[in-house]
């Protein structure tokens, strides 16, 4: 079945760097674009960043430009999220998610947590 | 940006029907998704291009995109619909393009 399985969170401090990764099983990977999404505790869905089937395609949230990177390794079934300059807003669950070509989400991963505290 | 309004919070009784709106500026030009979150799991996709369900989805969802409000609408609930639900379009006509989600809107059974 298809599968989407994050790694990679953990408590780092404000200005630090994390990577996620997402391994992702049950499908083909290469023929899908892949996202990023959060949520910060008790908070809503947050759109962090979408890449193409071919990594050629990027798209960011304004929040994360400039300071977070998104990558794919099509050989290995894998997506990252290389995150740099970390804050304490940038807290949250990180959730994978295979995008369909409507641009919806299904199925998503089951998260794994950010923690950004001093 | 683009903005999608949705209410904090709906209420209905067992067996009743809840209907849950997504406003915004000319959304029926555009195809909405919806999801369903149920307290430390993950969202899953309930409705998709406005009016799709995935395999697996029970027919008592339901979704339209008319106007400046798509709505989701839960027949016959039941406790077990009882979560968070979130529409989401993709913006292409701002800049920077991306996704949006609405605020979420908290589906109690009572």
């Known amino acids: 079945q298809v ?9 780092v401090k404000p200005g630090g760097s994390l990577r996620l990764s997402c391994a992702a099983s049950g499908f083909t990977f290469s023929d899908y674009y892949m996202s990023w999404i959060r949520q910060a505790p008790g908070k809503g869905l947050e759109w962090v ?3 193409s089937s071919s990594g050629s395609t990027i798209y960011y949230a304004d929040s994360v430009k400039g300071r977070f990177t998104i990558s794919r390794d099509n ?3 894998s997506l990252y999220l290389q995150m740099n300059s970390l804050r304490a807003e940038d807290t949250a669950v990180y959730y994978c998610a295979r995008v369909h070509w409507g641009n919806w989400f299904d199925p998503w991963g089951q998260g794994t947590l950010v923690t950004v505290s001093s | 940006s683009y903005v999608l309004t949705q209410p904090p919070s709906v209420s209905v009784a067992p067996g009743q029907t809840a209907r849950i709106t997504c406003g915004g500026n000319n959304i029926g030009s555009k195809s909405v998704h919806w999801y369903q979150q149920k307290p430390g799991q993950a969202p899953v996709l309930v409705v998709y291009d406005d009016s799709d369900r995935p395999s697996g989805i029970p027919e008592r969802f339901s979704g339209s995109n008319s106007g400046n409000t798509a709505t989701l609408t839960i027949s016959r609930v039941e406790a077990g619909d009882e979560a968070d639900y979130y529409c989401q379009v993709w913006d292409s006509s701002s800049d920077p393009r991306g996704v949006v989600f609405g605020g979420g809107t908290k589906l109690t059974v009572l």
């Open chain 1, 3 to 11: 599968q989407l399985v994050e790694s990679g969170g953990g408590l």
């Open chain 1, 49 to 51: 960043s979408y890449i």
């Open chain 1, 75 to 77: 050989a290995k079934n």
